[in-house]
């Protein structure tokens, strides 16, 4: 049974330039969230997609987009990058079980982006 | 005021010691309750859900005060294993089909010497 998968697993961007990671979750999974762990913190939560949509969505601007396709897999689009954006990127799948808040969730090894 | 709190340690214990983390949560209105570990340069796992009750596994045993709005976790019999840093995790908003927003603490590290 494949656990969440990400690639690329490293990845060097310049700034202003654009990426895509991609991610597809554990088997049986239909939802993914993304987060983003800078070096000593923990991970920040991204938005969360659900039947192809976004469902919910953390504190960062316009530049952090994203996509579910009908395979349950995700993209996370990241425009115009800074710096700041240099970090471990994480995918998480979860099942959604109605009437049930407990929404383990299961992390893939992440991308390590760094921009220079 | 950050969502999730945590003492960022280290925390410097011998084989064998029993160590408690505790982390602290501003959202009165969270349900959901995790405790991730975290190994160094690896993605987060899941090491125990929190319940209301509180629940134990093993070594582990995890406690939830929702009065005062913290969670803990006790380490005993420490192994030279279960160094690593531990995450707090709680669940934010929650919408009518029950996603979450998962807010993650800054997490504790624990160092077990031998």
Known sequence: DAGVTQSPTHLIKTRGQQVTLRCSPKSGHDTVSWYQQALGQGPQFIFQYYEEEERQRGNFPDRFSGHQFPNYSSELNVNALLLGDSALYLCASSSVIAGDSYNEQFFGPGTRLTVL | ?114
């Not at chain 2, 969270?30 to 629940?55: A, H, I, T």
Request: aromatic share 14%; proline share 4%; glycine share 8%.
């Open chain 2, 1 to 114: 005021r950050k969502e999730v709190e945590q003492d960022p340690g280290p925390f410097n214990v011998p084989e064998g010691a029993t160590v408690a983390f505790n982390c602290t949560y501003s959202n009165s209105a969270s349900q959901s309750f995790f405790w991730y570990r975290q190994d160094c340069r690896k993605e987060p796992k899941l090491l125990m859900s929190v319940y209301s009750s509180g629940n134990e596994d093993g070594r582990f045993t995890a406690q939830l005060n929702r009065a005062s709005q913290y969670i803990s976790l006790l380490i005993r019999d420490s192994k030279l294993s279960d160094s690593a840093t531990y995450l707090c995790v709680v669940n934010g908003e929650v919408d009518g089909y029950n996603f979450n927003k998962f807010y993650f603490g800054s997490g504790t590290k624990l160092n077990v010497k031998p």
